[in-house]
């Protein structure tokens, strides 16, 4: 079966960095775009950042434009969120997700646990 397993997260100071992994398995990672999803308490889920099977496009939200990098390794069915420059409004619980195909707009069907982020001012 399909599991999404992310880590990565923690307690940071404004301005600092973060790498969060999702480590995929039960299905072929190379196939599928992945997409990384956050939710603060109160706000609905934001599509933060996404990229194609083949990691050749990505996608990203205005609000992180610049400042998180999105990336995977298809040997490894590794998908990572390199975050930079973090904010306090960053703050939210990080959630893989898998895309129902290989391109940006195909939807996602599948979910990880989620990692927290907390960025204090």
């Known amino acids: 079966q399909v599991q999404l397993v992310e880590s990565g997260g923690g307690l940071v100071q404004s301005g600092g960095s973060l790498r969060l992994s999702c480590a995929a398995s039960?299905?072929?990672?190379?196939?599928?775009?992945m997409s990384w999803y956050r939710q603060a308490p109160g706000k609905e889920r934001e599509l933060v950042a996404a990229?194609?099977?083949?990691?050749?496009?990505?996608s990203y939200a205005d609000s992180v434009k610049g400042r998180f990098t999105i990336s995977r390794d298809n040997t490894g069915s590794t998908l990572y969120l390199e975050m930079s420059s973090l904010k306090p409004e960053d703050t939210a619980v990080y959630y893989c997700?898998?895309?129902?195909?290989?391109?940006?707009?195909?939807?996602?069907?599948?979910w990880g646990q989620g990692t927290q982020v907390t960025v204090s001012s």
């Open positions: 997700a898998k895309g129902s195909g290989g391109t940006l707009y195909g939807g996602y069907d599948y």
């Open positions: 039960g299905f072929t990672f190379s196939r599928y775009a």
């Open positions: 990229i194609t099977s083949g990691g050749g496009r990505t």
